[in-house]
């Protein structure tokens, strides 16, 4: 039976960074939770053991999810953060990343033209396999050398990432993997600017395109702006993303928001799945983003 948890080891020590170069990270601590079980962990936990009660995630279905808020510097959620699960679409910023990486080390031989831009729209924006896997073999060589490339820069990052295969036609690809904890130091570190190129990251994946954060959450201002890839197979809903919350006093309020859902094998109702557990992602999100209004009188 699967089942989803709340991290029971807690530190309050901050992130810790080990840099080879300016850009290349070789180490990047996790957020940790500030507080021991704070209320949004509880509270989203209990949510989904009851989806589990009700049978509407059966017992087949494994679940991550991870909230920070970056205006405090607190995790707010951390449930399987740790679990290594299928990444789909929601690896592409990273080979986008992997790509600036060439490039700032070699402007001559990666260089970052309009056709490579056109290319990294269609990846993220339009979330295109055969462009992903034109920019894998670019960075990379192939997907285990672009793997060792982001080990290389960025391992305190990319921790339990696993980049094996190439996105096969018709997007089954289920062995490349990454965990919730490294969706969450990646955007901690692309908002922070502790990679190269950051805000050009963070310009394809705030391309206006469907998501599972903002669009059909209740709450939420339709008009919030986000940061975020989706991953949508046969056997996993996710969605990752920096959501920038705006308050009351005319700031931004931003924080990630990572939930994934992953299937033990290919679903035969693929269109009624995916709607649904993306309903769930959307569900959890309202309920995060509740919580911070609360926090920071948001609008």
């Known amino acids: 039976m699967s089942k989803d948890h709340s991290e029971t080891h807690l530190s309050r020590r901050g992130f810790l960074y080990f840099s080879a170069s300016c850009f290349a990270l070789a180490g990047l601590g996790a957020p940790a939770l500030a507080e021991a079980r704070p209320a949004l962990n509880y509270k989203v936990n209990a949510y989904i053991q009851s989806l589990r009660r009700t049978g509407r995630i059966p017992r087949d279905e494994r679940t991550a999810w991870s909230v920070y808020d970056l205006t405090t510097g607190t995790k707010l959620i951390a449930i399987n953060e740790e679990r290594p699960l299928q990444a789909a679409s929601m690896l592409k910023p990273f080979v986008a990343q992997a790509y600036f990486y060439r490039h700032v080390a070699d402007h001559q031989g990666f260089p970052y033209t309009n056709g490579i831009r056109q290319r990294m729209t269609a990846m993220i924006r339009d979330s295109s396999n055969s462009e992903t896997n034109y920019l894998i073999t670019r960075a990379g060589g192939s997907p285990g050398g672009l793997q060792r490339l982001l080990q290389q820069r960025a391992g305190g990052v990319f921790q339990q990432t696993r980049i094996v295969e190439y996105i096969p036609q018709g997007g089954r690809t289920y062995r490349n993997q990454a965990s919730a904890r490294d969706y969450s130091r990646y955007l901690f570190a692309t908002w922070n600017e502790r990679m190269p190129m950051?805000?050009?990251?963070?310009?394809?994946?705030?391309?206006?395109?469907?998501?599972?954060?903002?669009?059909?959450?209740?709450?939420?201002?339709?008009?919030?702006?986000?940061?975020?890839?989706?991953?949508?197979?046969?056997?996993?809903?996710?969605?990752?993303?920096?959501?920038?919350?705006?308050?009351?006093?005319?700031?931004?309020?931003?924080?990630?928001?990572?939930?994934?859902?992953?299937?033990?094998?290919?679903?035969?109702?693929?269109?009624?799945?995916?709607?649904?557990?993306?309903?769930?992602?959307?569900?959890?999100?309202?309920?995060?983003?509740?919580?911070?209004?609360?926090?920071?009188?948001?609008?």
């Not at 994946?205 to 059909?216: C, E, F, K, S, T």
């Not at 920038?244 to 990630?256: E, H, L, M, N």
């Not at 309903?279 to 209004?293: D, G, H, I, P």
């Open 198 to 299: 950051c805000k050009e990251v963070l310009h394809y994946m705030g391309l206006p395109n469907g998501d599972r954060i903002v669009q059909g959450a209740t709450g939420i201002p339709s008009d919030t702006k986000l940061y975020h890839k989706t991953g949508s197979t046969a056997r996993l809903c996710g969605d990752m993303g920096i959501v920038i919350a705006r308050g009351r006093d005319g700031r931004s309020y931003p924080y990630t928001f990572i939930g994934i859902i992953e299937k033990s094998q290919r679903t035969n109702h693929y269109t009624s799945w995916i709607r649904d557990r993306g309903n769930v992602l959307r569900e959890v999100s309202s309920l995060v983003y509740a919580f911070m209004k609360q926090r920071h009188n948001l609008v």
